[in-house]
């Protein structure tokens, strides 16, 4: 996919298991709602084929749409409309549409049914349009970032309605770039970065099974130029370093105890002020940071 | 309160229900608009009350009474204002807060937004067609009995302009779309032969009858001053709807 001479996603496939929920996790700007949005037959891609329940999303619009359901990453209501309004103008352009009142009380949205939709604050603008998604009882649900700009308790109930929909056979495709989104939801995550996919794996093969762990080193002054070879040498085989600017450094692998010790003592050894050293289990973020070199949340 | 029960059971609503579920919106979201109802309802009778009024202290060289001459042509200028000035801003406003795009992935198809634009717009000039008409034998309108002809004028009226309005809104930023349909509106309302006929304008005349503005008022007009059907009038609005869909099916984007 491209938008004039930028490549918004290359190369990328995958594939998703019907009642499951699959995570598409990556920074801002990799190109998830691009990938979205070619499932859902808004952009045509210039290569390469896509297939949804065994539909062409462009040429078979027509017969795929009754069958998926679409959040958008924002928008998508008239700004003077009610939020009940709205929810009850997209359950009938379905034939069987959820019971409203029901859908409402379960999002929450029922003491702000009477507001217009300018006037709702952004999380529950977001819970609407996971309810206009839902409400044609689809088989397949694309949400875009669900959570973004949820408080708490909003979050929890979004997960535990997507985890629901899962129990009763609907497929769920997400975007997000929270970490602890994908890895409490998902069956499966591809994390994709500048519109390739860089991993893909249930959560507990992507963080290795919690047996690996993390060493982060952040120091007040740059690192000398060799940092990252001569701590790798001092902590030995099966780690990996990665500088990941001049004032700090991830360690990743096997790693426990002793290993800080060991880097401690390479501190010492090299005339290098500790600003913090902190050991911690191997996240998604840490999958993220060892295959791009950035952090994944800004 | 039911359960909820999410197990897939997809399908897109009857095709007919589906349209008459956008029309009652768009009729809807159009009436709660002070604005867009100040455009459809109140200049309109402002206009026809001023016309008409105005029309004991000056000479407007009418070939009949004012208020006959008057009333059809408010009624052009409601269609007008409601099938080009409020549809276009309506449809920029939808653009930008993706509105369009959200009912895009809906299972309403675009024939059907179509048609559902369209519905509320005749929910509308119905209402307005009322309000004038009403505002109008108040003041001792006498129509001839053109009903078939005024019908006519108001469809063909409506799709030209439609075509039209969809055009602007969808080649401009909401913004510009709701400034260039205000002074589109405006300047055909004051100089395009729609409250008063080509005759008036002097030589200007031959130019406004090719508009679609003079057309509208003039088809409106033959029907309810002679009961005919300006079978030219309504020739012109059709070349205008057709050009306004060509250029709208080239140029439209959804989002």
Redesign the interface.
């Known amino acids: 996919m491209r938008y004039g001479d930028k490549v918004a996603v290359d190369g990328l496939s995958l594939t998703v298991d019907r009642a499951t929920i699959t995570a598409v996790l990556g920074p801002n700007g990799a190109g998830k709602t691009t990938t979205l949005e070619t499932a859902?037959?808004?952009r045509r891609p210039q290569a390469g084929s896509v297939r949804v329940l065994g539909l062409d999303p462009v040429a078979d619009r027509?017969a795929l749409?009754?069958?998926?359901g679409?959040m958008?990453q924002?928008?998508?209501?008239?700004?003077?409309?009610r939020a009940d309004?709205m929810l009850r103008?997209?359950s009938?352009?379905?034939?069987?549409p959820?019971?409203l009142?029901?859908?409402s009380?379960?999002l929450g949205l029922g003491e702000c049914g009477r507001t217009p939709y300018r006037r709702l604050s952004g999380g529950q603008q977001q819970r609407l349009g996971l309810a206009?998604a839902?409400v044609?009882?689809?088989?397949i649900a694309f949400v875009d970032e669900p959570t973004a700009g949820m408080d708490p308790a909003a979050r929890r109930t979004t997960w535990e309605l997507l985890e629901?929909?899962r129990g009763?056979?609907?497929t769920v495709v997400l975007t997000t770039h929270y970490m602890d989104e994908a890895e409490r939801l998902a069956d499966r995550i591809h994390i994709i970065d500048h519109g390739r996919l860089i991993a893909s794996g249930t959560p507990l093969e992507l963080t290795r099974g919690g047996h690996e762990a993390t060493i982060r080193l952040v120091v007040t002054k740059p690192f000398p130029a060799d940092a990252p070879g001569s701590l790798r040498r001092a902590l030995g085989d099966g780690v990996e370093v990665t500088l990941l600017d001049e004032l700090s450094i991830v360690v990743t692998g096997p790693a426990d105890a002793s290993s800080l010790a060991v880097v401690s003592r390479w501190c010492e050894a090299n005339d290098v002020l500790p600003e913090s050293l902190t050991l911690g289990q191997r996240t998604l973020e840490d999958v993220f940071l060892e295959l791009t070199g950035r952090e994944m949340v800004s | 309160m039911t359960a909820l029960d999410l197990s897939p059971r997809p399908g897109a609503a009857p095709f007919p229900r589906m349209v008459a579920a956008q029309a009652a919106m768009e009729a809807r979201l159009m009436l709660r608009n002070g604005e867009q109802l100040l455009l459809a309802v109140v200049i309109p009778v402002i206009v026809l009350i001023g016309g008409v009024e105005g029309a004991k202290h000056v000479d407007l060289g009418l070939s009949h009474r004012p208020v006959d001459v008057l009333t059809p042509g408010v009624i052009a200028l409601a269609v007008m204002s409601t099938a080009f000035t409020s549809l276009a801003i309506a449809t920029g406003f939808e653009r930008r807060y993706g509105v369009i795009k959200r009912l895009g992935s809906s299972p309403l198809p675009r024939s059907g937004l179509l048609a559902g634009k369209v519905g509320g717009l005749f929910v509308i000039e119905v209402f307005q067609v009322a309000v004038v008409g009403v505002v109008g034998l108040l003041l001792g309108w006498d129509p001839a009995k053109g009903v078939g002809g005024t019908l006519l004028g108001v469809l063909l009226g409506t799709f030209a302009f439609a075509a039209l309005g969809l055009f602007v809104a969808g080649i401009l930023r909401a913004e510009a779309t709701l400034a260039a349909a205000n002074l589109i509106y405006l300047l055909l309302m004051a100089a395009g032969a729609v409250v008063l006929p080509s005759s008036s304008y002097g030589a200007f005349g031959h130019v406004t009858e090719w508009l679609p503005s003079g057309a509208l008022g003039g088809a409106i007009r033959s029907a309810c001053l002679d009961g005919g059907v300006g079978w030219r009038d309504l020739g012109v609005l059709f070349g205008w709807g057709v050009l306004g869909t060509i250029l709208t099916a080239r140029t439209f984007r959804w989002e």
């Open positions: 859902e037959g808004y027509r749409l009754p069958r998926i679409v958008l924002g928008g998508g209501a008239w700004s003077g409309v309004e103008h997209v009938r352009l379905h034939a069987h959820l019971d009142e029901a859908l009380h379960r206009m839902l044609g009882r689809p088989e629901e929909l009763a056979g609907v």
